[in-house]
């Protein structure tokens, strides 16, 4: 099992940044692909950014890239998600995901297999 808990949102004005964090624990080797997803009400979740760890390699939905950098802290277990020039529109819940070795981890979100409660964000005009 794998557990992870989410922290950093907040409210913020159009233009500024925040910094989210995901303190991972349990079964991290077991672990494929880590990111971050959001939602917000009425629209489907989307994929924000995602990370193969041992690897390195990212992903950016179009919608967050160059303001968004996904990274990640081993010796702390902490995935990071610092977000900057914000937008209204990135105003959601943000989760953290982790999706395990021997999943279609890249296909869908739906084989995330982990998840966080989740953190709002709230970015005001």
């Known amino acids: 099992q794998v557990q992870l808990v989410e922290s950093g949102g907040g409210s913020v004005q159009a233009g500024g940044s925040l910094r989210l964090s995901c303190a991972v624990s349990?079964?991290?080797?077991?672990?494929?692909?880590i990111g971050w997803f959001r939602q917000a009400p009425g629209k489907q979740r989307e994929g924000v950014a995602r990370?193969?760890?041992?690897?390195?390699?990212?992903y950016y939905a179009e919608s967050v890239k160059g303001r968004f950098t996904i990274s990640q802290d081993n010796a702390k277990n902490t995935l990071y998600l610092q977000m900057n020039s914000l937008k209204p529109e990135d105003s959601a819940m943000y989760f953290c995901?982790?999706?395990?070795?021997?999943?279609?981890?890249?296909?869908?979100?739906?084989?995330?297999?982990?998840w966080g409660q989740g953190t709002q964000v709230t970015v005001s005009s």
């Open positions: 995901a982790a999706c395990s070795y021997g999943r279609a981890c890249t296909s869908t979100s739906n084989e995330f297999n982990y």
């Open positions: 990370i193969a760890l041992g690897v390195g390699s990212t």
């Open positions: 349990g079964a991290t080797t077991s672990i494929y692909y």
